[in-house]
């Protein structure tokens, strides 16, 4: 370049309004070769450290953010080499550390734009930044406007829900239920389309039965002819039964098989030799074996219409699943019956969803009919006393009850929380509070027996950011698990601590502790543990709400439990920033 052409150059390139980098293409080092004067203002850091530098020598990582921002510098510098054209990176945010005072935040607009050789070949890199911070800080301010004011909009719209919270949740369980026979109707509705596609089968087959016959009084004198459409009749036969989704077979007179599809094949792991004859039923299981049989032979006979009949098949890992079975018979123009087709459409999960469903009622009901039993008769002998006010029986019916309405008012609190989760609807109310404080007082608030006492320790000075009547509800269930199944322990341990920036609560009883092959289940919907020494209560829903509250505030939840030594459930949430 000439000294004219480098002196008009430099004068352009330093009084571009936006900073710009000049980088050598000389991956993974990209030395920087020169920054104009916008970009030296704009820096901390003097030029004369920064030219002649290896990038990624001259800004490394000081946290995890940084590292994340400057891998995708990288990214991008390898891009514009890679594929020759102008990149824009995503926004690049960084927080600058500052000693004795709050981080700087920085946001940053780039894009690289490849500077070529006559050849062809990416000689420098051209990288602008602008710098998009004020804009970003004003859009955050705003968002968190919003924020407040529909924190404030949910809070009045709280005063009315409690108003009619009863009401509200019994519908929610209604909703629930009816959200289970929904899906069960399109379980149902899926099913019928497959029954048509199963009748269209039997409809093309008839038709290429006809098809058959009539070639064949029309051809009988052309043997070879006649043989060869038989042959490709077959063919369109088998080539149907494979094209289906689901296990299909033929059977004859005796309920002998005479061909399989590949979806039963591969289903079963079963070869042809293992499966045809009698061979299929060691597909079938036991307990299931004398209804499929006496089906088939009460359609047989005619005392029953074709239809379904529900069973199991065993799939090639071992595994026992439900299907409807169907079983249609096929005729010849006498109307005999040559032949019978058989088809097996899995229903397992439909059968599991219903299940769960009949097990979630009956237990939902009789945890609702406990405490309410108690409550009606703790009522029925207050009603009875009203003219002996001195009665010593008052306070305890009194507190019974209302050890009786608390249960009541946990179980529905989980129903409407089941419900809320399952729609996407649980709100978090954040705010910062003293994390010991609020455990001292939600210990405080708990209606346990007399017998039980519970222990805070740990660190008194760890501010939270969480929506506080949540985690209320975690540790109510953390306690509440400790009594019921830990009853011998009569001192339930709740530590506070810190750990990086995130805060620890752990609840530790000295129970029995809980079986390692049922640990990693606690956690799942309906859930309960089996113990041969006690009958637990409850939905099986606490710890499914509870993870999921904390996975709402980021934290994570565990327990650590062995057997004869005790349990520790805990769970982390983040201090307050």
Known sequence: MEPEQMHMFEAVFNQVAFPITIIKPNAPRFTIIAMNEQRKKASPTPADQLIGKDTFD???????????????????????IKEKRQVKLPLLYFEFPVKDAPPIRGWAQTEITPIFDKA???????????????????????????????????????MNEELESMNEELKTSNDELQTVNEELACTNEELAV?????????????????SLQDLNAELEDRILTRTKALADSETRFRTMFET???????????????????????????????????GWKEALHPDDLDATTNKFRDVQTGLKEGGGIENRFKSIDGEYRWHLTRIVPVKNDAGEIEMWIGTATEINQLKELQQQKDDFIS?????LKTPITSLKGSLQLLERLINEPASPLIPKL????????????????????????????????????????????YSNEMRLADQFKVIIQGDENIQVFADEHQINQVLVNFVNNA???APLSKEILVSVEKTGNMAKVTVTDKGPGIPANQLDHLFERYYRVEASDFQASG??????????????????????????????????IPVNP
């Open 58 to 80: 001259a800004f490394k990582s000081w946290d995890k953010n940084s590292e994340e921002q400057l891998e995708l510098l990288r990214k991008g510098l390898m891009a514009v």
């Open 194 to 210: 497959t029954n048509e596609h199963l009748s269209l089968s039997n409809s093309l087959l008839e038709q290429s039965r006809e």
């Open 398 to 441: 009194i507190k019974q009850s209302s050890r009786s309405m608390y249960k009541i008012s946990a179980l529905v609190e989980d129903l409407l929380n089941l419900s809320r989760i399952s729609q996407n609807r649980l709100k978090l109310n954040k705010s910062a509070f003293n994390l010991k404080s609020a455990l001292v007082a």
């Open 244 to 278: 289906i989704s689901h296990m299909a077979w033929t059977v004859n007179n005796n309920a002998e098989a005479t061909f399989f599809n590949k979806r039963w094949h591969d289903y079963t792991g079963f070869s042809f030799d293992q499966s045809k004859g009698h």
């Open 539 to 572: 939905l099986g829903l606490g710890l499914y709400i509870s993870a999921e509250i904390i996975k709402q505030h980021e934290g994570q939840i565990g327990v650590n439990s062995e057997l004869g030594k005790g349990s520790s459930f805990w769970f982390t």
């Open 363 to 367: 237990i939902a009901s009789h945890e």
């Open 483 to 485: 009594v019921k199944y």
């Open 120 to 158: 062809g070949k990416v000689e420098y890199l051209l990288s602008m930044a602008r710098d998009v911070t004020e804009r970003e800080l004003n859009r955050l301010a705003l968002a968190e406007s919003r924020e407040k004011e529909l924190a404030m909009s949910e809070e009045l719209a709280a």
